[in-house]
Nanobody
């Protein structure tokens, strides 16, 4: 079955950086659009970024544009999110998703278990 295992979360100071990874298994990784979404405490899921199958096209939420970079390594079946210039409002549980429909759908995309990122001094 589909397995998405995130890593790379933790506590970081404002202005710092983190790199998130998501190891995929149970499906042909290179055939799927992949995304990152996040959920801040007490809030709903927020789409963060998506990347197409060959990695050549990416998209970002306005809140992270210019600070976050999504990438993928199809040979390693791994999705990445490089986060820089982190702000306290980036504090959230971050999830990677497999987007069967070709775009992120809260009702259809498969999600990993998520890991927490806390931005605080």
């Amino acid at each position: 079955q589909v397995q998405l295992v995130e890593s790379g979360g933790g506590l970081v100071q404002p202005g710092g950086s983190l790199r998130r990874s998501c190891a995929a298994s149970g499906f042909t990784f290179s055939n799927y659009v992949m995304s990152w979404v996040r959920q801040a405490p007490g809030k709903g899921l927020e789409w963060v970024s998506s990347i197409i199958t060959n990695g050549r096209t990416t998209s970002y939420a306005n809140s992270v544009k210019g600070r976050f970079t999504i990438s993928r390594d199809n040979a390693k079946k791994t999705l990445y999110l490089q986060m820089t210039s982190l702000k306290p409002e980036d504090t959230a549980a971050y999830y990677c998703t497999r987007d069967r429909l070709g775009y992120y759908s809260s009702s259809d995309s498969s999600r990993g278990q998520g890991t927490q990122v806390t931005v605080s001094s």
